[in-house]
């Protein structure tokens, strides 16, 4: 009830390694609630972030405390009492930007209520100072120019005045004497979170520097991968040229098998016709004797012919008839003879082309 959130917002939550003072450690798995907290009784702010049932931040602003931001969505502050340093990791810049604003304008609150209790101090000092000044003058005054009935009258009450106002003081003086020493203390302890920030700023600063070394040794990587995509690339279109040629060679070779079985087909008739060769041989042969025959018959009959030419001479009658008989037959046998001698000239030309 006595505090009161005045900011609210969502954040990974960070812790620096205590061994090493350099790496961060995830204090929550996922993104959780950071709020700022004003404790009206005690006129102080809080940072407070709960996952689940465990606090994992619960830490006091206090006026030398110094929000950073170390990239555009990370920010991080010091806080002695807890003595660790806490991170905060963002979605986005404007977060951190809201962030960071909430934190310096509550440490400029926290300055100016400190400087405000000091002012307070140093006037109620000097204002009792300058009455404890005055009343001894007044004493004496009274001392001198009045009885001592007034001298106990107008002495009792300031004295006691003066008293209680001397032991405010020296409560006043002791509080502010030990605050005094708890102010040097967490000075001091800041001095050490300064330089223990300063110290991982100039190792973030190196690590940057060993990124950007990386960062340029990944372009030059990057750069020899895309001229290796490249040749790549020129070496796949050599092969997708190398399959459209091979594409048109395995056509060509259908095509020359398609072409060699039909010559297979050719050559089985061809075979067929081969086995059919020694009967046309055989065949041929018997033609040819045949002829021989013919032409020896043929032979005799021209010999008939010049004997039947005499007979013809002798008898007018007979030859009158057998010169119609004989051209009859001259004429059928010249059929013949041409019937024979072209298929003698078939039957050779076969035999050649076999």
């Excluded at 205590?18 to 702010?45: C, H, I």
């Excluded at 300055?111 to 209790?117: E, F, P």
């Excluded at 997708?240 to 010559?263: A, D, F, G, V, Y």
């Amino acid at each position: 009830s006595r505090e009161q959130p005045i900011f609210t917002t969502r954040a990974h939550v960070f812790q620096i390694d205590p061994s090493t003072k350099k790496n961060w450690v995830p204090a929550s798995k996922q993104a959780v609630t950071v709020s700022y907290f004003y404790d009206v009784t005690r006129n102080s702010y809080r940072i407070i972030s709960v996952d689940g049932a465990k606090v994992i931040i619960n830490s006091t602003i206090t006026p030398n405390m110094t929000f950073t931001k170390t990239s555009q969505k990370f920010g991080q502050w010091a806080d002695s009492r807890a003595n660790t340093v806490f991170g905060l990791g963002f979605s986005s810049e404007q977060q951190l930007t809201k962030v960071a604003c909430s934190f310096h304008s509550t440490r400029n609150r926290r300055r100016a209520d400190s400087k405000q209790k000091q002012e307070q101090i140093l006037t109620h000092l000097n204002r009792n100072e300058e009455s404890g000044c005055e009343t001894p003058s007044s004493t004496q005054a009274s001392s001198v120019n009045g009885t001592d009935d007034e001298k106990a009258s107008h002495a009792g009450p300031a004295d006691t005045q003066l008293k209680s106002e001397n032991d405010k003081l020296k409560i006043a003086l002791t509080q502010s004497a030990a605050n005094v020493k708890k102010w040097e203390i967490e000075l001091q302890t800041l001095r050490e979170s300064n330089a223990r920030l300063t110290t991982a700023l100039q190792e973030s600063a190196a690590s940057v520097e060993q990124w950007k070394k990386q960062f340029s040794i990944c372009r030059d990587e990057n750069d020899r991968l895309r001229h290796k995509i490249d040749e790549l690339e020129e070496q796949c279109s050599e092969i997708n040229r190398e399959k459209e040629k091979n594409t048109q060679l395995k056509h060509r070779i259908e095509e020359l098998e398609s072409e060699l079985r039909e010559k297979e087909t050719e050559l089985k008739d061809l075979r067929k016709q081969s086995e059919i060769i020694p009967q046309l041989m055989s065949e041929c042969e018997y033609v040819s004797e045949k002829l021989e025959a013919a032409e020896r018959d043929n032979q005799n009959l021209e010999d008939k012919v010049r004997s039947l030419k005499t007979d013809i001479e002798e008898s007018k009658y007979r030859q009158r008839h057998l010169k119609v008989e004989l051209k009859n037959f001259l004429e059928v046998l010249d059929g013949k003879i041409d019937d024979l001698h072209d298929f003698r000239r078939g039957l050779s030309k076969l035999g050649t082309d076999n």
